[in-house]
């Protein structure tokens, strides 16, 4: 019987981690361009107060993010190992499984919301002038997050399943959804923060409705299943995307330990003007990750194949992929702060827009290595080594920077305390390469 041709598995290097990188690289720019079209709407129509009451809700919408994360990657990690086993049975029960933990989490944390908002604006930190706008906010994007993360943990499968254009397409409708609803809800109709939200949660419905049209494939190896289902497989799952948990949650822990040291030393001026920097940020690290996207299909099912050389080739071909985007990402931010700056607040010489552009300045060097942190902590997941990725995850996401932050505070040392931000990046590259010199890929142990 011959073997049905797996890409992944059969194609040529490079072209074949083009085919995984540009899609997802395209779609998760998408994404990201969504996103900041909806803080520059939101900036420049609704105002600085509308804009950091938002961002003071990221630590939060953080937590949420980095559950769905660890349920996606994790799952389709380790789905892909099973399918490169020839396991479709295994690799259907972890489908389902994931799944149905996602669906079940947004659930309960959106009955979760309705209750409790008040008292989660309070940890966050908010000024009580900001409750308001924030409620608001928040209370669409409960039920928002019950679609929106659903399709992220569908999406994850369906690239693992070996169509990644499927995907692509969904996030470039859901994205381009989201703009023109930001253009007409605030833009046009001049409407209040809450449609903002509105306008997301109508544009993850459609996106989901096109992920959903992929169990319409006849030729799909991933299906729904009743059987197998075993809480310990969905365990293996998330603790093998622990180290995405962590890298999402830490982001959440580093952007509230920020927020509550600009509030006590710039007001909601510097929180706005962060938010501003935050944009820019996430735009690098959602194209890092179409990036790495590719790193966990092809690396997993060439682990689970044992193909050697293969994870080597793709490592190196990710690695110099990583290199060019930080090196476009650290000019923009060189060269371009004001003109960034201006996208969000259109009043370049308030105080708020002085932050964005000092805090521009600070944290460019941040792109020269977050990309191959990630890129070295999303190998060691697809391998299913995940102490050693969280480790890394805990380095560059949590201990190091938060530590070094509060570091500079206390010690009122002569640079402003975001410095911490690129310094704590450099620091994890050099433990990060460390463990991965250690276990280059013709070395791995298959068990």
Not at 167 to 192: C, K, M, P, Q, S
Not at 211 to 240: E, G, P, V
Not at 246 to 260: D, K, L, S
């Amino acid at each position: 019987m011959t073997t049905p041709y797996n890409r992944a598995l059969d194609g040529a290097v490079l072209p074949t981690f083009f085919y995984y990188a540009i899609p997802s690289l395209f779609g998760l720019l998408a994404i990201s361009t969504a996103g900041v079209v909806d803080g520059i709407f939101v900036g420049r129509y609704l105002g600085a107060n509308a804009l950091a009451a938002i961002n003071l809700l990221i630590p939060y919408f953080t937590f949420m993010f980095a559950i769905a994360l660890m349920v996606a990657i994790g799952g389709s990690v380790v789905a892909g190992k099973h399918l490169g086993e020839k396991d479709n049975v295994s690799a259907n029960a972890i489908f389902t499984l994931s799944l149905l933990a996602i669906l079940a989490f947004t659930l309960v944390m959106a009955i979760f919301n309705m209750f409790f908002h008040s008292k989660i604006f309070v940890l966050l930190g908010a000024p009580p002038a900001l409750h308001n706008e924030m409620y608001r906010y928040l209370s669409v994007m409960s039920f928002c997050f019950v679609i929106q993360l659903s399709g992220m943990v569908l999406y994850y499968f369906i690239r693992t399943d070996g169509k990644p254009m499927l995907g692509t397409i969904a996030l470039l409708v859901g994205a381009a959804t989201n703009i023109a609803l930001d253009a007409f809800f605030l833009g046009y109709l001049r409407w209040e923060i809450e449609w903002a939200a509105w306008a997301t949660t109508l544009a993850q419905t459609g996106q989901c409705l096109i992920l959903l049209s992929f169990f319409c494939h006849k030729d799909r190896q991933l299906h729904l299943t009743h059987t197998a289902l075993k809480i310990s497989t969905l365990m293996q799952a998330l603790y093998n995307g622990v180290s995405e948990f962590i890298n999402e949650i830490a982001v959440g822990v580093v952007i509230f330990t920020v927020h509550w040291l600009l509030l006590r030393h710039s007001g909601t001026n510097g929180v706005a003007g962060f938010a501003v920097t935050n944009y820019l940020l996430f735009v690098g690290t959602m194209i890092f990750y179409g990036v790495i996207d590719a790193v966990h299909v092809l690396i997993s099912q060439n682990f689970g194949a044992k193909q050697h050389l293969r994870v080597q080739q793709v490592m190196v071909t990710s690695s110099m992929t990583v290199l060019s985007v930080s090196l476009g990402m650290v000019t923009l931010a060189w060269f371009l702060p004001s003109y960034i700056t201006a996208l969000f607040l259109d009043d370049i010489n308030d105080s708020a827009s002085q932050h964005a552009m000092l805090f521009i300045n600070l944290i460019w060097p941040c792109f020269i290595f977050s990309g191959l942190n990630l890129l070295l902590s999303a190998y060691f997941t697809a391998i299913q080594q995940p102490r050693q990725s969280a480790y890394i995850a805990l380095c560059r996401g949590l201990f190091l920077p938060v530590g070094l932050l509060l570091i500079f505070v206390m010690l009122n040392t002569p640079w402003h305390f975001l410095v911490a931000l690129p310094v704590a990046e450099a620091m994890t590259f050099v433990f990060a390469l460390t463990l991965y010199n250690k276990q280059l890929p013709k070395q791995l142990q298959f068990v």
